[in-house]
Each structure stands twice: as C-alpha cells, then as structure tokens.
C-alpha cells in the first residue's frame, strides 16, 4: 500500500514543478517576449500559466477520472495551439507595421 502511494506522490512531483515554474515566468521580468509588448508579451505569460495549471489538474484526474483527464489534456493543447497562433499573428503585425513605416 506505501509504494501505491510513493507512486501517486511522485506522479504529481513533475506536474507541481512546471506549475510552479509557470508561476515564476509569468512574475519574472525575463521573458520570451517582453510584457513592454502589449498583447504579445502577456499571452505567452497567460499561456505558460494556464498550461502549468492544466497539467497539474490533468495530473490528479488521471486517478480519478480518466474521462476528464482526457477532455483537460485536450483543452490544454488548444490553448498552447492558439496561443501559439496568437503570438505568431502578433508578430506578424508588428513586423508588417515595422516594414511600413521604415
């Protein structure tokens, strides 16, 4: 019954850790794309959040109900899909609006 448990305890180690993780980019100043961006530089910090959250949700599911884990993981990956496409529109505007004016 221990190692059922130490097996449970670790499986929510990782999805605690990117959570966290998560949570230090989004207050970090350092980022991938600056928040000095407006929009831009706020979805990827909103994207790596909300992710890190979902998995760690996704991760007590697993025990408990396969059937959501299953829909969360899902929802997980249509928002990094479209946060994706959102930064990349982004940045493609800027550079079009860059091109522009030089």
């Not at 998995?55 to 959501?68: A, D, G, V």
């Amino acid at each position: 019954m221990s190692e059922y448990l130490e097996e449970k305890k670790e499986s929510h180690v990782g999805a605690w850790i990117w959570a966290v993780i998560g949570i230090i980019y989004a207050l970090s100043p350092v980022d991938i794309l600056p928040d000095v961006i407006p929009v831009a530089g706020w979805v990827d910090d909103i994207l790596i959040t909300v992710t890190g959250g979902l998995n760690l949700i996704q991760s007590y599911l697993k025990e408990s109900n396969e059937h959501l884990a299953k829909i969360v993981k899902g929802i997980k990956w249509v928002i990094i899909v479209l946060g994706i496409l959102i930064v990349a529109i982004i940045a493609l505007v800027v550079v079009g609006i860059a091109h522009l004016f030089s």
